[in-house]
């Protein structure tokens, strides 16, 4: 289900270590997230934002894949993004 335009913010990297403290900060301020990782997001990763399920989207694809960037902006109404992942 897409999230609102007006609060849906792309962390790319999202389940990363220090991407997703900053995942869990934004969906605990009220913001809608869209976690991008190559990497799914395992069961330690989920429990730890377990309360703000609801406002997080996991999305599995690779930063450099364009047409995945395009997707994922164009269905989820990407306003902001926090850029993590790395290579």
């Known amino acids: 289900m897409p999230v609102p335009a007006a609060w849906a913010t792309l962390v790319t990297g999202g389940t990363g270590f220090i ?3 900053v995942v ?6 009220g913001h809608e997230v869209v976690s991008l990782d190559i ?11 377990e309360p703000w399920a609801k406002q997080v989207t996991w999305v599995e694809g690779d930063i450099l894949d ?3 960037l395009d997707k994922v ?12 992942g790395t290579y």
């Open 39 to 49: 990497v799914p997001a395992n069961d330690l990763v989920r429990g730890y934002l």
């Open 24 to 29: 869990r900060d934004l969906a605990e301020r």
């Open 66 to 68: 364009r047409k995945i």
């Open 73 to 84: 902006a164009d269905t989820y109404g990407i306003t902001k993004i926090v850029h993590a």
């Open 19 to 21: 991407a997703s403290n």
